[in-house]
């Protein structure tokens, strides 16, 4: 038999794609990566329903530590967020989940590899790209995008293969991860409509106002409230705390890989928090020309990697850079939660910049004499004098 790999979500499309393909004639072998967001119980469920599609294999590949030591660190120490609003937790994810499906696939062999994606998204793009560079001998097979298949059309084929899971109950589209979760409906397909409350997978819980200690060392968060541990397991433990504010939700509006501008909602408590708060650590802690070299370079390592550009060396050159930026980005930042949003409090780092004996801004000036001042900013202003004399 023609040995095949899928990139199985346990959701509709791919649902399809197993029990089509099985039937086909593929030896097929379903593949879950984990990049936060299962728990035990629910990969057990996605294996038990992978089996129920004709697959002969299915394997959860626990990819959590990988994910946030290949992309998540980087948005962190680039404090990317697409369009100043998205902290990019879909397309973050789907560049780790595809290199570890492929790499799956030529363990054992496999001649053709598949997935789900239509032929109107950004996934589509992000996978093939991955898996075109990495195994150009593996052929990939894409039945939703080649049949241009509509969701009624699956759900018809898996309920007459005897397949019935209630694929209509799900009004709205969620995708969870250690970065974040996305969530899709008919109102996202609108521009004017927002999502309710209920769409969103985290309530609000708390109404009390909450104080939470971010530790970070050398741009990773290293501890939350004073509890060290590995910085995704700190994501999730914060993620957990700010939740239950119903903190970090929006709708990201973008523009999309293949053209057409796109719309989803998201909601990221740990992602949004912690980059705001890296941030101002940042701030505290680098220099103004570190800032602001950092700032276009972070733009444009977000912009490929939601491009699907992950591969590309240009990446491992920024990561450089970002990396070699967090020297001196270490010390604690106070933040309050509070419901449906948060405030930072401050920082507290022994590398903080204001803590220079040059004096306090705007109060006191140790550093230089007020002759000295004048003189500085004669010469300062002088191609603003030049310029003005010679056009005018």
């Known amino acids: 038999m023609k040995k095949l790999v899928i990139a199985y979500s346990g959701g509709l499309d791919t649902s399809y794609c197993a029990v089509s393909l099985s039937k086909a004639g593929y030896d097929v072998h379903a593949v879950s990566v984990n990049t936060g967001g299962f728990t035990a119980e629910e990969i057990k469920t996605i294996e038990s329903n992978a089996?129920?599609?004709?697959?002969?294999?299915?394997?959860?590949?626990?990819?959590?530590?990988?994910?946030?030591?290949?992309?998540?660190?980087?948005?962190?120490?680039?404090?990317?967020?697409?369009?100043?609003?998205?902290?990019?937790s879909v397309s973050a994810e789907r560049i780790i989940q595809a290199i570890e499906i492929i790499e799956y696939a030529k363990s054992i062999d496999a001649q053709y590899i598949a997935h789900g994606s239509t032929g109107a998204g950004n996934d589509q793009v992000r996978f093939d790209m991955i898996f075109q560079t990495l195994a150009p001998e593996i052929e990939i097979i894409t039945p939703i995008r080649d049949?241009?298949?509509?969701?009624?059309?699956?759900?018809?084929?898996?309920?007459?293969?005897?397949?019935?899971?209630?694929?209509?109950?799900?009004?709205?589209?969620?995708n969870k991860g250690l970065w974040g979760t996305s969530v899709g409906g008919e109102e996202t397909l609108t521009s004017d409509k927002p999502l309710p409350e209920s769409a969103y997978p985290s309530q609000l819980k708390h109404t009390d106002a909450e104080k939470v200690v971010l530790s970070f060392s050398e741009g990773e968060l290293v501890a939350v409230n004073g509890i060290k541990n590995d910085p995704e397991i700190n994501i999730e433990v914060l993620n957990t705390l700010a939740s239950g504010y119903a903190i970090g939700r929006d709708i990201h509006?973008?523009?999309?890989?293949?053209?057409?501008?796109?719309?989803?909602?998201?909601?990221?408590a740990a992602a949004l928090i912690i980059i705001k708060a890296h941030h101002l650590l940042e701030k505290h802690t680098l220099t103004k020309w570190q800032l602001q070299h950092k700032d276009y370079l972070s733009n444009f390592y977000g912009m490929h990697l939601h491009e699907g550009q992950y591969l590309d060396p240009v990446m491992r050159n920024m990561e450089a850079f970002l990396q070699s930026s967090q020297d001196k980005v270490t010390g604690d930042v106070f933040i309050t939660l509070k419901p449906y949003?948060?405030?930072?409090?401050?920082?507290?780092?022994?590398?903080?910049?204001?803590?220079?004996?040059?004096?306090?801004?705007g109060e006191e000036n140790k550093g230089w004499t007020a002759e000295e001042a004048k003189g500085f900013i004669k010469i300062f202003g002088n191609q603003n004098k030049i310029y003005q004399q010679v056009n005018n």
């Open 51 to 88: 089996y129920k599609m004709g697959v002969s294999t299915y394997k959860n590949i626990d990819a959590i530590a990988s994910y946030y030591q290949k992309v998540i660190k980087y948005l962190i120490f680039g404090n990317v967020l697409k369009n100043n609003t998205y902290p990019l």
């Open 147 to 174: 049949q241009k298949l509509t969701r009624q059309q699956e759900i018809d084929y898996l309920v007459e293969n005897g397949i019935d899971m209630s694929w209509n109950k799900a009004k709205y589209s969620v």
């Open 341 to 361: 949003h948060f405030s930072l409090d401050g920082i507290s780092s022994e590398h903080d910049l204001m803590r220079a004996k040059f004096g306090s801004y």
């Open 253 to 268: 509006v973008g523009d999309t890989i293949v053209g057409i501008k796109g719309r989803v909602g998201f909601e990221a």
